[in-house]
Every structure is written in structure tokens, then in C-alpha cells.
């Protein structure tokens, strides 16, 4: 991967959205719910779960939060009328948790009257002590289709896990996409990845927890593969290695694919695009690659 290439990743910005959903067509299922489950159906047929994501992280009002929740109740109800292998993702921010924690819970609680499993996606550092709190909150008051996620970058990972021993969690591990400061986070691709098989472990020793393994990294997948909690499943994105995700479903591990899908796809498909240099720099060669002269 070249330098080229992550300096063209960080500019991404400036690519024009029409070329960026172009390319990012491969990690989201569409604009529609009907698109979403189209490509659960194709997964299913694959021996793959899924989980969907409504995308939508940029709000600012109420109503738009309140429309989030009625768009994840209407996927709901797609997934029991299709008969679908599938459960939810969902982004407390999405749901109002920058406007309020209450509107946020209330949000939330109408997705999980639905009595599907619902996973609360980590955001950045500074939503972490909320979202862990309204998970507890949750599983305290007796739900439990719920379940939270934890990245390997931040140092407090292994502290956090052990707090949540006693509910018996279900938590997905990942290495974490929004960069943070060295005060909090490890910044070093093998300290994160070190982290990760920690956390793993520490994941597995809990009685009663349930572990979702996201990662695409070949390395930590072997560690994982080599010592697997009681209860698993491995997890991928939309459009990366599925052919690694089928042959994994084919040695009979359980898989799920991350499914986002909404009108809302440009912020998702900058940070999927910007995490694979070479992907960007494919982009960039595709558009101003001529003007600037660039090769290969
Ligand atoms: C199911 C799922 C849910 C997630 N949920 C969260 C969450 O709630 N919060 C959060 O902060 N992060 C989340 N993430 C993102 C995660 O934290 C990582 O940023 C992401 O998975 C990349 O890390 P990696 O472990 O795959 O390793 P990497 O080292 O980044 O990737 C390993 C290899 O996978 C391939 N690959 C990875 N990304 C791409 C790509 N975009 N395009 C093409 N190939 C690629 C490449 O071959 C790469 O070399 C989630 C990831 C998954 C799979």
C-alpha cells in the first residue's frame, strides 16, 4: 500500500459524492429497505446471518431521531414477513444520545419491544461511558435481546469487560474504526491487535457471555479460530472477504454480516473507503488520475 495511497485517503473528502458512491457501492446494500433485504435473502442463501444497520449518524433533531427508531421498527417487520436469518444494529447517536439519554432510551426500547436481538454499535470515546451505562441499564431492567460492542484500541477494554462479567454479556469485539488520542487508545496496529486477543480471552472465560468476533484480519482470525469461546459467532462487513466469510461458513463456524442500508450512506462508505488506502487510491486514479498525471 502506498503512501500515495493514504494521502489520497485522507483527502477523500474532497472526492465528489457521485465517485464515492460509486465505489462504495460494495459495503452497503442499497438506499432502501427493499435493497437491505434483498442482500439478507443472498446471505441467508449463503449459510450468512446478517445484521442491518439504518444508516443515519448525522441528526441533529429530534424528529429525525424518532424517524431512525420507526425506520429500525420497519425493518423489523421486514425480517419477520420475509423470514429473515437477521437482526439489528443500531447507533445510540442515531437514536438521539447527543439530544438526550432518555430520548435515546426511549428510542431504543420501542426497537427492542420488537423481541429481536438488537446490538448497540460503539461510536467514538465520548459516547462510551453513555452506551455502556444504558446497556447495564437495559439488561438490569430485564431485557435481554440486547448487546453492546467493545474495541480492542481503547486501553479501558479489558477494565470494561471486567465490569461487565455479572450480566453475562453479549458482546461484540472489534478493533475500533474512529481514531483516537494515545492518552486513551492504542495507536500501534500491533498493540491494537494484542489488545484484541486479550480481550478475546478475557471474553471467553466469562460464564455465560456470548462473543461476536468482528474482524477481517487473517492473523487475529487464526488466534480466535485457535481458541473460540463456548458461544460465538464470527462477524464481517458487507463487501469484505466474502469469499474468506464463506469458507469459514463452509467449516461450519456461524457468520453474520454487517448489512447498512439508507439514504444515508456517504459518512459509512468515507470511513469504509478511508480504512482500505488502495480502495481511495483507485478513486482518485479513476477521476483526477489523468489530470495529475498519477500511474498504477
Ligand atoms: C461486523 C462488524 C461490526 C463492527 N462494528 C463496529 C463498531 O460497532 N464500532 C467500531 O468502532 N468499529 C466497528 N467495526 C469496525 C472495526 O472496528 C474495524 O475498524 C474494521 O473491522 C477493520 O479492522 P479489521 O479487524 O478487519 O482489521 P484490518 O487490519 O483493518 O483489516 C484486515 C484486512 O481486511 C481487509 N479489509 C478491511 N477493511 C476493508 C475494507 N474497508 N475494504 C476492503 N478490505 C478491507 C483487508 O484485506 C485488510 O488487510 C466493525 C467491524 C465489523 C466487521
Known amino acids: 500500500m502506498s503512501l500515495l495511497d493514504r494521502a489520497i485517503a485522507k483527502a477523500l473528502p474532497a472526492v465528489p459524492k457521485p465517485v464515492v458512491q460509486v465505489f462504495s457501492q460494495r459495503y452497503i446494500a442499497g438506499s432502501t429497505l427493499a435493497d437491505a433485504v434483498r442482500v439478507a435473502r443472498r446471505l441467508n442463501g449463503e449459510g450468512k446471518s446478517a445484521t442491518v444497520d439504518v444508516l443515519g449518524e448525522e441528526i441533529t433533531r429530534e424528529s429525525e431521531t424518532r424517524a431512525i427508531a420507526q425506520a429500525y421498527r420497519d425493518v423489523l417487520a421486514a425480517i419477520e414477513r420475509e423470514q429473515l436469518d437477521a437482526n439489528l444494529s443500531v447507533k445510540l447517536t442515531g437514536l438521539g444520545l447527543n439530544l438526550s439519554y432518555e430520548l435515546c432510551r426511549e428510542n431504543l426500547e420501542s426497537v427492542l419491544d420488537g423481541g429481536r436481538f438488537v446490538r448497540i454499535d460503539m461510536e467514538d470515546a465520548s459516547t462510551t461511558d453513555a452506551t455502556l451505562r444504558l446497556y447495564r441499564e437495559l439488561r438490569e431492567n430485564g431485557r435481554d435481546n440486547v448487546g453492546v460492542v467493545l474495541q480492542s484500541r481503547l486501553r479501558r477494554t479489558l477494565d470494561d469487560i471486567r465490569a461487565l462479567a455479572d450480566l453475562q454479556p453479549n458482546v461484540r469485539i472489534c478493533k475500533g474504526i474512529y481514531l483516537e488520542p494515545a492518552s486513551i487508545a ?58 474468506r466469510a464463506s469458507q469459514l461458513v463452509h467449516e461450519g463456524h456461524p457468520l453474520r454480516v454487517y448489512v447498512p442500508f439508507g439514504e444515508q450512506w456517504y459518512a459509512y462508505s468515507k470511513r469504509r473507503l478511508q480504512e482500505n488506502p488502495a480502495m481511495a487510491g483507485t478513486i482518485a486514479r479513476a477521476t483526477v488520475g489523468r489530470v495529475l498525471g498519477l500511474s498504477g
Open 186 to 243: 492504542h495507536t500501534d496496529y500491533e498493540a491494537i491487535r494484542a489488545n484484541y486477543v486479550r480481550a478475546l480471552h478475557a471474553l471467553a472465560e466469562i460464564d455465560g457471555a456470548h462473543v461476536a468476533i468482528a474482524t477481517h484480519d487473517e492473523w487475529l482470525l487464526g488466534e480466535a479460530l485457535r481458541a473460540l469461546p463456548p458461544s460465538y459467532e464470527l462477524q464481517m462487513l458487507l463487501g469484505v472477504r466474502e469469499q
